[in-house]
C-alpha cells in the first residue's frame, strides 16, 4: 500500500515536469538530462515566481478578474454565456473565479434592491413616481394586513415566527457572520511560572 501512494506521488511530482522531459534515454545523453533538470527547476520555480510577482503580471490579472466580474454581472443579468467568459474562465484559476462571481452576486443584489419597481404603465402615462408613492404603498400594504387578521391571528402568526411587535428589528446585510467570541486571561503565579 506504501509502495502505490509513493508511486502515486512520483507520478504526480513528474506530471509538472513533463512538457520538459527529452524523448532520449537516459543512457549516453547525460547532458541532454541536465540541460532538462536545469530548465524545469528553472521554469517551474524561479522564472513563474519572478513573472508571477511583477507588477505587469499582477495589473493583468486585477484586469482580467474585473472583466469576468463584469462579464459574470452581464450574465446574471441577461441570462446568456459569452465566449469571453469561457475563455477567462480558462486562464483564472478557482479561487479567483469564486471571489469574482461572489462579488458580481452582491452587486447584482444591491442593484435590484436600489432600484424602485414602477410599472411601465405608470411610468409613461403619469411620468415617474417619487419614493413618497412607493412608501404610502407600503403602509396602506400594513394596513390592509391589520385589517384582514384578528388579535388572535396576529398572536400566533408572531409566536410562529419569532416576532415581536415592539421591539425594533436590527437592520443587517444579508452577507452579515454574527460572532460572539469571549475569552479568559489569568495571571499564574511565580512559583508556577518555572515549571
Known amino acids: 500500500m506504501l509502495a502505490l501512494a509513493d508511486s502515486v506521488n512520483r507520478m504526480t511530482i513528474a506530471a509538472h515536469f513533463r512538457k520538459y522531459r527529452p524523448d532520449v534515454p537516459v543512457h549516453n545523453h547525460a547532458k541532454i538530462w541536465w540541460h532538462f533538470a536545469y530548465e524545469a527547476i528553472l521554469e517551474e520555480y524561479v522564472r513563474r515566481r519572478r513573472r508571477n510577482w511583477s507588477l505587469k503580471h499582477m495589473h493583468e490579472h486585477v484586469l482580467k478578474v474585473r472583466e469576468y466580474k463584469d462579464q459574470y454581472k452581464i450574465k446574471l443579468q441577461t441570462k446568456q454565456s459569452s465566449e469571453s ?22 452587486e447584482v443584489e444591491e442593484q435590484l434592491l436600489n432600484t424602485p419597481k414602477q410599472s411601465w404603465l405608470s411610468s409613461w402615462w ?36 419569532g ?33
Open 126 to 161: 403619469f411620468g415617474s413616481s417619487d419614493q413618497t408613492s412607493a412608501a404610502s404603498t407600503t403602509q396602506d400594504i400594513a394596513k390592509k394586513f391589520e385589517k384582514a387578521m384578528t388579535p388572535e391571528e396576529k398572536e400566533k402568526l408572531y409566536a410562529a415566527i
Open 85 to 106: 467568459l469561457k475563455v477567462l474562465e480558462d486562464e483564472l484559476d478557482v479561487f479567483n473565479i469564486t471571489l469574482a462571481r461572489r462579488q458580481a452576486e452582491l
Open 163 to 195: 416576532y415581536q411587535e415592539n421591539t425594533s428589528a436590527p437592520i443587517y446585510p444579508v452577507t452579515a457572520i454574527l460572532n460572539d467570541m469571549s475569552a479568559t486571561v489569568e495571571e499564574r503565579p511565580r512559583t508556577e511560572a518555572m515549571k
